[in-house]
Each structure stands twice: as C-alpha cells, then as structure tokens.
C-alpha cells in the first residue's frame, strides 16, 4: 500500500500486480520423462538419417563435378591445339598463295622480254609508294 501526501489526499493506492503472476492455478501434471527422450532419441536418429543422405548426395555430386571438370579442361586442350593446327595451316596457305604469286609475275616478267638480272634488280630495289 503506497500513501501519497498524507496531506491532500487520504486514499490508498494499491498497485496492479504484473503479469506472470503467481495467481495462476496449479496443475498436477506428471510428467512422462521416459516419452518425451523416447521423441527426442527418434527425431534424433531421423536427423541422423537424413545427414547421412544429404552428404551422400555431396558425394556424388562432387564425383559429377570432378568429371565434368576434367573433360572440360580436355576439351579446352582439344581446342587449344585445333586452333594452333588452324593457324599453322593458314599461314602454310598464304605461303603458298605468295609462292604462286610470285611466280606468275616471274612469268609475265620473262615473257615481256626481261632478263634474269634484270628481274633480281627490279626486286633488289626498294619498292616505292
């Protein structure tokens, strides 16, 4: 009981008491502890179970992925080596075309009349632009 100045006011002030309070009814339950480990041990091995699953599966899956790595590094080497046959060909075939370029002016140049020599000055000279 609280008084608040005894000099204005006589009333009493009672607090209310807080929620949680201990005027709740008891009950008499008895509780069944061996059922209640008896759930805790079956979800327990329920939990264990699927642990074991899930990381099975991780398993094959990384099996999957360590195979998938290793034929895309043999493809990747496959390519590498088609693409430097593609280059070494292609660089074989403008050889070539310069080759029988090359040859056809020699030909033209022996027809119209000029001499060997005078063919190996010409390209001796430094082509002017």
Known sequence: MLYLNNYKRNEVITMPRTKGSKNRPKTNITKDYASQIAEKQETIASLNTEIASIQKAIEEQKNTLKEKKTALKKAEKEVASL???????????????????????????????????????????????
């Open 83 to 129: 693409e430097a046959k593609k280059a070494k060909a292609d660089a074989k075939a403008a050889e070539e075309a310069k080759k029988t370029e090359a040859e056809v002016v020699l030909k033209k140049l022996l027809a119209s009349g000029m001499s060997a020599d005078e063919i190996l000055e010409k390209l001796k000279e430094p082509k002017k632009k």
